[in-house]
């Protein structure tokens, strides 16, 4: 997935400055999976509970070292009779943009749910975004491939905990059952790949690369 200029996923605490995370949350990749299937939007979330029991997710963060980050000021005009004036209103006047970021995700499920994925993900019931409704993504090299669950000290992927090298942060991960209430996950996304672990962790092993999925 690749963004096509700006991308933000907005952290909820922010405030003031809307800063973003340096990763697309599970809950916003599973989105953009329900736009593909085109499943039913909050309040008829049911579709994306299942969903979101019925696959696990891998993060990798390509141009770990050379990612941009960008904060813009924005002036909000308001329309009058003879054009638009400047207002000063109490809503947040700073963003932080991520630019061209690049990840590849991995879809772990049931032979059936991967072919539907893998089918519409190519054409799409609705149109795609990664973050925001106006941040244009761009999927390209969509492939299917068998999995094996093992354990390896070589992690190509974000993984749970708090690790050596790596950027913390705790992001959205999936919603309970009433579709509002959120559970969040504390990841590691490594500097460099392979991240080295001191002992053996459970993934998966997709191709060449060891992944951790949830």
Same mark, same amino acid.
């Not at 068998?146 to 950027?167: L, R, W």
């Given at each position: 997935?690749?963004?096509?200029?700006?991308?933000?996923?907005?952290? =909820?605490?922010?405030?003031?400055?809307?800063?973003?995370?340096?990763?697309?949350?599970?809950?916003?990749?599973?989105?953009?999976?329900?736009?593909?299937?085109?499943?039913?939007?909050? =309040?008829?979330?049911?579709?994306?509970?299942?969903?979101?029991?019925?696959?696990?997710?891998?993060?990798?963060?390509?141009?770990?070292?050379?990612?941009?980050?960008?904060?813009?000021?924005?002036?909000?005009?308001?329309?009058?009779?003879?054009?638009?004036?400047?207002?000063? =209103?109490?809503?947040?006047?700073f963003k932080e943009f991520l630019i061209n970021p690049r990840y590849k995700i991995y879809v772990l499920g049931?032979?059936?749910?991967?072919?539907?994925?893998?089918?519409?993900?190519r054409n799409p019931e609705r149109p795609l975004y990664l973050g925001q409704s106006d941040d244009l993504v761009?999927?390209?090299?969509?492939?299917?491939?068998?999995?094996?669950?093992?354990?390896?000290?070589?992690?190509?992927?974000?993984?749970?905990?708090?690790?050596?090298?790596?950027?913390?942060?705790?992001?959205?991960?999936?919603?309970?059952?009433?579709?509002?209430?959120?559970?969040?996950?504390?990841i590691s996304i490594p500097m460099e790949y392979p991240l080295i672990t001191d002992e053996k962790v459970r993934?998966?092993?997709?191709?060449?690369?060891?992944?951790?999925?949830?």
């Amino acid at each position: 997935m690749e963004g096509l200029y700006f991308n933000c996923f907005r952290k =909820p605490a922010s405030t003031s400055t809307i800063l973003s995370y340096p990763i697309p949350p599970f809950t916003t990749i599973r989105g953009v999976l329900a736009n593909c299937l085109g499943m039913g939007q909050f =309040p008829k979330y049911d579709e994306y509970l299942l969903l979101q029991e019925e696959i696990k997710i891998g993060i990798q963060k390509l141009d770990i070292k050379g990612i941009t980050r960008e904060l813009s000021k924005f002036l909000k005009l308001k329309k009058t009779g003879s054009g638009f004036r400047r207002i000063f =209103p109490s809503s947040p006047m700073f963003k932080e943009f991520l630019i061209n970021p690049r990840y590849k995700i991995y879809v772990l499920g049931n032979n059936e749910w991967i072919k539907n994925i893998s089918e519409k993900i190519r054409n799409p019931e609705r149109p795609l975004y990664l973050g925001q409704s106006d941040d244009l993504v761009d999927i390209t090299n969509v492939k299917t491939t068998k999995s094996e669950k093992m354990k390896s000290k070589e992690i190509y992927s974000v993984i749970e905990g708090v690790y050596e090298n790596c950027e913390i942060v705790k992001v959205p991960y999936k919603f309970g059952s009433d579709g509002k209430s959120l559970q969040e996950l504390t990841i590691s996304i490594p500097m460099e790949y392979p991240l080295i672990t001191d002992e053996k962790v459970r993934c998966y092993k997709l191709g060449d690369e060891c992944i951790a999925l949830y």
